[in-house]
C-alpha cells in the first residue's frame, strides 16, 4: 500500500522551470517504478517521465525529453519532478503514481496521488 502527495505546482512564466515532489508514505516507496503523468482539460492523461525502483533506468516523453529530469531519493520517500524550459503546452495537472514494473502507460499503475495544477503562462 502506497499514499501518494504532489506538490510544487504553481503558476510559472514560459521558458521557466518548476520543481515538483511527490511525498510517499508506507514503508515499500523503494521496490516502486515510480512514473508523473499529466492531464490537460479535455484530453487523455498522458506520460511524462518515469524512473525504475533503483533510479538507475529513466523514459522520457518526447514532449519532455531535455527539459524534464525525474529522479528520486528512496531514503526520504520522494521522487522529483524537475521541469526547465516550460511551454505553455506543458500546463495541466501532474500527477505522481506507483507500478510493481517499469511501465509508461497510466491503466498500467496501481496507486495514485491527487495531482497538483501547472500552469504555464504565455
Known amino acids: 500500500q502506497v499514499q501518494l502527495v504532489e506538490s510544487g505546482g504553481g503558476l510559472v512564466q514560459a521558458g521557466g522551470s518548476l520543481r515538483l515532489s511527490c511525498a510517499a508514505s508506507?514503508?515499500?516507496?523503494?521496490?516502486?517504478?515510480m512514473g508523473w503523468f499529466r492531464q490537460a482539460p479535455g484530453k487523455e492523461r498522458e506520460f511524462a517521465a518515469v524512473?525504475?525502483?533503483?533510479?538507475?533506468?529513466?523514459y522520457y516523453a518526447d514532449s519532455v525529453k531535455g527539459r524534464f529530469t525525474i529522479s528520486r531519493d528512496n531514503a526520504k520517500n520522494t521522487v522529483y519532478l524537475q521541469m526547465n524550459s516550460l511551454k505553455h503546452e506543458d500546463t495541466a495537472v501532474y500527477y505522481c503514481?506507483?507500478?510493481?514494473?517499469?511501465?509508461?502507460?497510466?491503466?498500467?499503475?496501481?496507486?495514485w496521488g491527487q495531482g497538483t495544477q501547472v500552469t504555464v503562462a504565455s
Open positions: 503514481a506507483a507500478a510493481a514494473k517499469l511501465r509508461t502507460r497510466a491503466r498500467e499503475y496501481d496507486y
Open positions: 508506507g514503508r515499500t516507496f523503494s521496490t516502486y517504478t
Open positions: 524512473i525504475s525502483w533503483s533510479g538507475g533506468t529513466t
